[in-house]
């Protein structure tokens, strides 16, 4: 096996992981996006978004493995580490990848409205900030990317269900 494919199986079986928090977040009604942060191989921190649950708005996937994984190694910088994410991250998590010097991310799907490494803004990769994140796209990205429209569709016909009743509330009021 080449090094390269090697590289790739190890990348989709961290995935697998990731799709499984992600899919763990969202029997919690919070948005289905998992992450998780690897070093030398092994599993150090793993994480579903959490922002209802813990009725936080930084509570976001990549946040939440990031905070863990770095207690767990005690130190703030994971300049060994590999951050896989189901979905392109936003700006604030893209922001603490830089802020952690992550040196790789891994992500699935693409997030045309708020990603922010390839989407937009390009946080990853710009002249302006002090670190430079390597990444690769598109691992199980059917997967991930089915994950989040299933949730979607859910959660619209869901609103519908609701607008349809006297004075039904929407569940997209974000109130934990
Ligand atoms: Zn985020």
């Given at each position: 096996m080449s090094a390269v494919q090697s590289a790739f199986e190890e990348h989709e079986r961290w995935m697998r992981e990731v799709l499984r928090a992600a899919q763990e977040a969202g029997t919690r009604d919070e948005v289905p996006i998992g992450s998780c942060v690897v070093v030398a191989g092994k599993l150090v921190a793993i994480a579903g978004n959490r922002t209802r649950t813990d009725c936080n708005p930084t509570a976001h996937a990549e946040i939440v493995a990031l905070r863990a994984a770095a207690r767990k190694i005690g130190?703030?910088?994971?300049?060994d580490a590999v951050v896989y994410s189901s979905i392109e991250p936003c700006a604030m998590c893209a922001g603490a990848l830089i802020q952690a010097r992550v040196p790789l991310l891994v992500y699935g799907a693409?997030?045309?409205?708020?990603?922010?490494?390839?989407?937009?803004?390009q946080v990853c990769s710009s002249?302006?900030?002090?670190h430079r994140v390597e990444v690769i796209k598109g691992v199980l990205e059917p997967e991930c990317r089915e994950l989040m429209q299933k949730f979607f569709q859910g959660r619209r016909s869901q609103i519908r269900g609701q607008k349809s009743e006297v004075g039904g509330r929407t569940s997209s009021s974000g109130e934990c």
């Open positions: 130190n703030y910088r994971l300049a693409t997030d045309e409205k708020a990603g922010a490494v390839e989407s937009h803004f002249d302006q900030l002090n």
